[in-house]
């Protein structure tokens, strides 16, 4: 829904929407969920730039390993229809052409790394376009305590882009529906149809609150030995 509203709005008041993406795994998501919405005639056809030239290579892949594509994608793939191709797709792999984005008006969706706004060239384009009201920036998933994404979606209203101070004036929303983590209610249930557990445990994804939570039901459930590792610490394993 909230994939849909973002492209809608886009396409009625012209504006720009800037999506940090991991170029692995998410941004091929995003592609098919655009193309899904665009088949069903639930969203206008806006032009979307993925640049990210990591992105560009690993969306071709994805195309080409029939081995690992479900029977839905298959399906659509024989009926002639390309799920990673929604209509008004361009690539852009060289640095010139992304410099160029900056300078094109709305409406339009760029899409590009990093998923956390930490690094990429989504940096630059944050930089460009955070300061005008217009533009709406769509984060996809969970953002890391201490990241500029997470700083943002907190109500951020300045951030720092390559040591400078940039207003933040855009509009910001999230999207929490493409996590590619397992949420605690299914590392359990995971957990829990392993014949033999394993003899010890480390999280070492997550933030402090939520990590002691899990560790004590996994131990609640399971009895097993289970770790939140310091930074920098070291584990044995095996031996």
Known sequence: VVLEEVLNSAYREGRVVLVPSFAIGRTQELLYFISKLQRAGRIQRVPIFIDSPMAVSTTALYDRSFDDQDKDFRKLVAEGIEPLEPEHLSMVRDRNGSKELNKRPGPMM???GSGMATGGRIVH???QRLGDPSTLVLFTGYQGEGTMGRDMIEGATEVRIM???VEVR???RQMTSLSA???QGEILRWLGTFRTLPKKICLVHGEPGPQEVL???IREQFGCDVSIP???SRVTIGG
């Open 125 to 127: 384009h944050l930089k």
């Open 181 to 183: 983590h397992a949420d």
């Open 170 to 172: 855009a509009e910001v």
């Open 230 to 232: 310091e930074h920098l």
């Open 163 to 165: 040591g400078q101070p």
């Open 215 to 217: 560790a004590d039901k």
């Open 110 to 112: 760029i899409i590009a």
